[in-house]
């Protein structure tokens, strides 16, 4: 027997891996020689000769070799159909002698492992004929009908009798050991009553009280063996939706319940949560009215939100979610408005997924690293076909959340209204995110957030008429007002470029941008000169061409004399293109009407290019037209997925998490060929360009963005740095109590905890710091401040530096002649064991979270971090901070006097 199930099995894998017919044919034709013998003894085995617990796993080996009789059978074809006409009539007659219901007093252990026995064969004969319609229809098959109809008839939840521990059977006494694994059996005898069910509900009226039956077995059934039960109500529900719906409405809690209960089972959750997201999120439940008026779409919006939630700790859980969801709403064959009309009703699920994705740990990332290399090799590694992932991906969600807008018409309704329902959600989002109390640095959440919004507004915005577009085009200009990180302002001005290149008629909206809050915009107007330096895309379409030529040129100009340095290099790029363009323009090749200004240009930009030296500004004239964006990158024919999802991130500094490879879109979803948007980018040259030197300024209210180039800067005076009496009034005092003071400057405006500020200033006036810098003066009055300052505020100068205005006070400290010291663990930082402070030391300290910024980081001269033997890789910033003025104090008053 065993040699038969060995057989097939490679059988099975022949016929899938091998090419060689005549091997196959030679296996095949010794599997079907013994093939009725096979099942004559299987039949026979399981119609009455099994009858202790240990023939139970028998019982399972014998239907999976039946089982793979019928695979091998429907593989090959010319056998299938005397394989089925042989076995199903004599196992069905064999189920229903043994179900029928005998009286014993009191029950034997053989009888109810016999029944047992039968309940898994006929459930086995209920799922065959589920996979198998066409052939064992039970009006084609009277064994099977009347197996159905006994089934039908059977109460729900049956169970069997436990027999006593000690009964005389076939001539032997049995001790409790013979009925170890009962418990097992008897859960598997309720199981395959609901397998059976299947077929019945799935072919005739559902029986009554057939909901209450599912929900007892949901509550007696292990959770690992609820998979029949769940995928029984997923037939009945649509069928009972009205009638029963606040039955519907437990039935589905309660099985969420169990779902839930499984989260620490990998083995037996994955399978149990493919079952339920199927029965709660099919058509039928996801066509049901808004939650306000339906109860049941109120419990299924709420386990939507609970799934969401899950899905941030437990890596898979949306993917099944968002699969499910767009296989309903349109599935790969041609799908019907109704069911894509339930997308406009659960929007919130599609976008969750646009946005999706966890921020990782080291370790979390090496491992998806290696997961996405091996499943990269696709047949090549054995494990990939051993293994499977199981669509886990992190990238799964936006993957096929990115198909599914791809697949979408604009010129059917429902389609154009779901993606302009989406539009403003994904800008919701931005803004959302723009708003959050968090700090917005690199690669943190909210800039992962923002970056996904846009990617996804990229797919959609460009598929929108010139009417919607117009109603969401100020809200693109009020974005790039934002201060953004690179990556996003990179896609900001991409989609600017886009839709004004689409809907030409739109481009006179894009002037105003260049006049509004010219105080407040500071280097945010950078966004909207970028625009202007790819201005040949955007005029393609243009019938006015020069009119809109000699505006973008007054507008440039007007920037090209800003007191900010970097929107004067902005505004000297776009000068130099636009100007480039003056012919394409329609502008005459005398330049008329522009008088002795076309000199004047062409004059300044030969000076431009004729810069010499190694200064900042030739410097950064050179980096700036180097930069990808504006040297490589073309808006239209660089447009596809790879550049959005792929090319840009990496060229970004985003991180390499972020980065999702052209592969995973043809591996994890059906992509589409759609030849306006292409999966693969045509031209090589973005890909193989590199990130450069120059990276964008953008500053939002306040905000002073990251600068990685040295660049002049033109600024006002800072307005500390007039004498300030209440400091010269602090430093009096001290004075007269005989206090000496050093010229060490302690800046803590990033530290934001009142208890680390008050130690703080009580160490800085102990050891004589000549000021303490916060970012508030507010501070002194906090009770928590002033517990750990014991009064030291009375004799310390305190002065008050914003966080923006940090990088401005520190330029300054500089120009006075001050060390600018960091404390902070970098890849170049200095131990303080080996550090020897200058007098004139401004120590600049981190926030307690995130430490110093990266724009700050710039602006050091030097990074001090302290030597460590422990585990823990970071100390208490105010403990940090002694540390660091004990020791600049200890080399001042060691140091040999000045001659």
Same mark, same amino acid.
């Given at each position: 027997?065993?040699?038969?199930?060995?057989?097939?099995?490679?059988?099975?894998?022949?016929?899938?891996?091998?090419?060689? /017919?005549?091997?196959?044919?030679?296996?095949?034709?010794?599997?079907?020689?013994?093939?009725?013998?096979? *099942?004559?003894?299987?039949?026979?085995?399981?119609?009455?000769?099994?009858?202790?617990? &240990?023939?139970?796993?028998?019982?399972?080996?014998?239907?999976?070799?039946?089982?793979?009789?019928?695979?091998?059978?429907?593989?090959?074809?010319?056998?299938?159909?005397?394989?089925?006409?042989?076995?199903?009539?004599?196992?069905?007659?064999?189920?229903?002698?043994?179900?029928?219901?005998?009286?014993?007093?009191?029950p034997q252990l053989a009888a109810q492992v016999q029944r047992a026995v039968g309940q898994s064969a006929a459930a086995w004969l209920c799922e065959v004929a589920l996979e198998q319609p066409g052939q064992l229809h039970p009006d084609s098959c009277p064994a099977l009908a009347a197996l159905t109809a006994h089934l039908s008839r059977a109460p729900m939840n049956q169970m069997l009798a436990k027999p006593l521990a000690n009964t005389e059977q076939q001539g032997c006494v049995e001790e409790g050991p013979c009925l170890q694994g009962w418990g097992r059996l008897a859960a598997q005898f309720v199981q395959d009553q609901w397998s059976c069910l299947r077929l019945v509900v799935s072919r005739s009226a559902p029986p009554p009280g057939v909901l209450q039956g599912a929900m007892e077995a949901l509550s007696i059934l292990p959770s690992d063996q609820v998979l029949p039960v769940l995928s029984c109500l997923r037939t009945l529900l649509p069928q009972l939706l009205v009638s029963e719906a606040s039955l519907c409405v437990e039935a589905v809690t309660l099985a969420w319940t169990v779902v839930r209960g499984l989260?620490?089972?990998?083995?037996?959750? $994955? =399978?149990?949560?493919?079952?339920?997201? &199927?029965?709660?999120?099919?058509?039928?439940?996801?066509?049901?009215?808004?939650?306000?008026?339906? *109860?049941?779409?109120?419990?299924?919006?709420?386990?939507?939100? !609970?799934?969401? !939630?899950?899905s941030q700790t437990k890596a898979g859980v949306f993917n099944q979610l968002i699969q499910q969801c767009c296989d309903t709403w349109m599935p790969l064959d041609a799908g019907s408005d109704s069911a894509f009309a339930s997308a406009l009703t659960h929007?919130?699920?599609?976008?969750?997924?646009?946005?999706?994705?966890?921020?990782?740990?080291?370790?979390?990332?090496?491992?998806?690293?290696? *997961?996405?290399?091996?499943? *990269?090799?696709?047949?090549?590694?054995?494990?990939?076909?051993?293994?499977?992932?199981?669509?886990?991906?992190?990238?799964? =969600?936006?993957?096929?959340?990115m198909a599914f807008l791809s697949r979408l018409d604009a010129s059917n309704e429902l389609h154009k209204t779901f993606?302009?329902?989406?539009?403003?959600?994904?800008?919701?989002?931005?803004?959302?995110?723009?708003?959050?109390?968090?700090?917005?640095?690199?690669?943190?959440?909210?800039h992962r957030v923002k970056n996904r919004a846009w990617q996804s507004l990229l797919l959609l915005l460009p598929r929108l008429e010139e009417a919607s577009a117009a109603r969401v085009l100020g809200r693109l200009?009020?974005?790039?007002?934002?201060?953004?990180?690179?990556?996003?302002?990179?896609?900001?001005?991409w989609q600017i470029i886009l839709t004004l290149e689409r809907h030409p008629a739109l481009l006179p909206t894009l002037w105003p941008c260049f006049l509004l809050g010219q105080e407040n915009n500071k280097t945010s107007i950078c966004t909207f000169l970028s625009v202007l330096v790819h201005l040949g895309t955007v005029l393609q379409r243009v019938d006015d061409k020069a009119a809109q030529w000699r505006r973008a040129l007054d507008v440039i100009l007007q920037w090209c004399f800003s007191h900010n340095f970097s929107v004067r290099l902005y505004a000297l790029l776009a000068l130099k293109r636009v100007w480039a363009l003056r012919g394409d323009a329609g502008v005459g090749p005398g330049l008329d009407g522009l008088g002795g200004l076309a000199a004047l240009v062409e004059s300044s930009l030969e000076q431009a290019e004729a810069m010499q030296g190694s200064g900042n500004a030739m410097k950064n004239w050179q980096r700036i037209q180097?930069?990808?964006?504006?040297?490589?990158?073309?808006?239209? &024919?660089?447009?596809?997925?790879?550049?959005?999802?792929?090319?840009?991130?990496s060229l970004s500094d985003l991180a390499d998490d972020e980065w999702i490879p052209v592969w995973k879109f043809q591996r994890l979803a059906a992509f589409p060929s759609n030849p306006s948007l292409p999966l693969h980018n045509p031209r090589r040259e973005l890909r193989e360009a590199g990130a450069g030197d120059w990276v964008q300024q953008d500053k939002g209210d306040g905000e002073r963005a990251a600068e990685w180039a040295e660049v002049q800067k033109k600024m006002t005076?800072?307005?500390?740095?007039?004498? /300030?009496?209440?400091?010269?009034?602090?430093?009096?005092?001290?004075?007269?109590?005989?206090?000496?003071?050093?010229?060490?400057?302690?800046?803590?405006?990033?530290? /934001?905890? =009142?208890?680390?500020?008050?130690?703080?200033?009580?160490?800085?006036?102990?050891?004589?710091?000549s000021a303490l810098v916060l970012d508030s003066l507010h501070h002194l009055s906090d009770k928590h401040f &002033?517990?750990?300052?014991?009064?030291?505020?009375? $004799?310390?100068?305190?002065l008050e530096v914003k966080p923006p205005q940090l990088a401005v006070y520190l330029e300054e400290k500089r120009s006075e002649g001050y060390c600018i010291v960091g404390v902070e663990q970098t890849a170049n930082s200095c131990s303080l064991a080996d550090y020897r402070f200058p007098e004139k030391t401004l120590l600049l300290l981190g926030n307690e979270r995130e430490g110093i910024p990266a724009d700050l980081l710039q602006q050091l001269e030097v990074c001090v971090e302290i030597p460590q033997r422990g585990v823990t890789r970071s100390l208490n910033v105010h403990v940090s901070a002694a540390l660091l003025v004990w020791e600049y104090t200890r080399q001042q008053l060691t140091a040999p006097p000045q001659p």
């Open positions: 027997m065993l040699s038969v199930c060995v057989c097939v099995s490679l059988s099975l894998r022949v016929s899938v891996c091998l090419c060689a /017919d005549a091997v196959r044919g030679a296996l095949e034709q010794c599997v079907f020689s013994v093939a009725e013998p096979v *099942q004559e003894y299987v039949v026979r085995r399981l119609g009455g000769e099994l009858c202790t617990l &240990q023939d139970v796993e028998r019982c399972r080996l014998y239907l999976s070799v039946l089982r793979a009789l019928v695979q091998l059978g429907d593989a090959v074809g010319r056998h299938r159909v005397s394989l089925l006409q042989r076995l199903v009539p004599a196992l069905s007659r064999s189920c229903l002698r043994t179900l029928e219901p005998h009286e014993e007093q009191p989260s620490s089972s990998p083995h037996d959750f $994955w =399978p149990v949560l493919r079952g339920f997201i &199927q029965l709660v999120f099919q058509q039928a439940v996801l066509e049901l009215p808004p939650p306000e008026h339906c *109860q049941l779409s109120a419990a299924v919006a709420r386990i939507a939100v !609970e799934l969401i !939630e899950m929007l919130d699920i599609f976008t969750e997924a646009c946005l999706h994705g966890p921020v990782l740990r080291r370790d979390q990332r090496l491992l998806q690293d290696v *997961q996405a290399y091996i499943e *990269q090799l696709g047949e090549e590694c054995a494990a990939n076909s051993a293994v499977s992932s199981d669509c886990r991906d992190d990238h799964f =969600p936006r993957v096929h959340a993606m302009e329902q989406l539009v403003l959600r994904l800008l919701n989002k931005d803004e959302e995110a723009a708003r959050a109390r968090v700090r917005y640095y690199g690669n943190s959440l909210q200009y009020e974005a790039g007002f934002c201060g953004n990180q690179a990556s996003v302002k990179y896609l900001i001005e180097e930069h990808f964006f504006f040297g490589t990158f073309h808006p239209l &024919q660089d447009y596809s997925v790879e550049t959005i999802f792929h090319t840009l991130p005076a800072w307005w500390l740095s007039e004498p /300030d009496p209440d400091l010269e009034l602090q430093q009096h005092r001290a004075a007269r109590l005989g206090k000496s003071s050093s010229a060490l400057v302690v800046v803590a405006s990033l530290i /934001d905890k =009142p208890t680390n500020l008050g130690g703080l200033c009580r160490t800085c006036e102990i050891f004589g710091a &002033q517990a750990l300052s014991v009064s030291a505020e009375l $004799w310390l100068p305190l």
